[in-house]
Nanobody, 116 residues
Framework: QVQLVESGGGLVQPGGSLRLSCAASGFTFSAYFMSWYRQVPGKERELVAVIGYLGGTKNYVDSVKGRFTISRDNAKNTVYLQMNSLKPEDTAVYYC?????????WGQGTQVTVSS
């Protein structure tokens, strides 16, 4: 079955960096777009970044452009989110997502907290 497992979250000071990873299994990873979302309590889940099959297509929400970079390693079935120049407003639970055969799959999420 489809599984997504995120890792790499934690506590970081403003201006710092983190790299999130999402290990995927149960589907042909290289055949699907992958995306990162984030959610804070009381708000809807927000799309952060999406990457195409081979990594050539990348899109970001405006608030992270120039600071975050999405990438993937199809040999390792893993998608990454490099987050630089982190701000307190980036604090959220970050999830990776894939849509396979019309069904949405989410990982369990990883907490990112940006605070001094």
């Amino acid at each position: 079955q489809v599984q997504l497992v995120e890792s790499g979250g934690g506590l970081v000071q403003p201006g710092g960096s983190l790299r999130l990873s999402c290990a995927a299994s149960g589907f042909t990873f290289s055949a699907y777009f992958m995306s990162w979302y984030r959610q804070v309590p009381g708000k809807e889940r927000e799309l952060v970044a999406v990457i195409g099959y081979l990594g050539g297509t990348k899109n970001y929400v405006d608030s992270v452009k120039g600071r975050f970079t999405i990438s993937r390693d199809n040999a390792k079935n893993t998608v990454y989110l490099q987050m630089n120049s982190l701000k307190p407003e980036d604090t959220a639970v970050y999830y990776c997502r894939v849509v396979v055969s019309g069904r949405i799959y989410w990982g369990q999420g990883t907490q990112v907290t940006v605070s001094s």
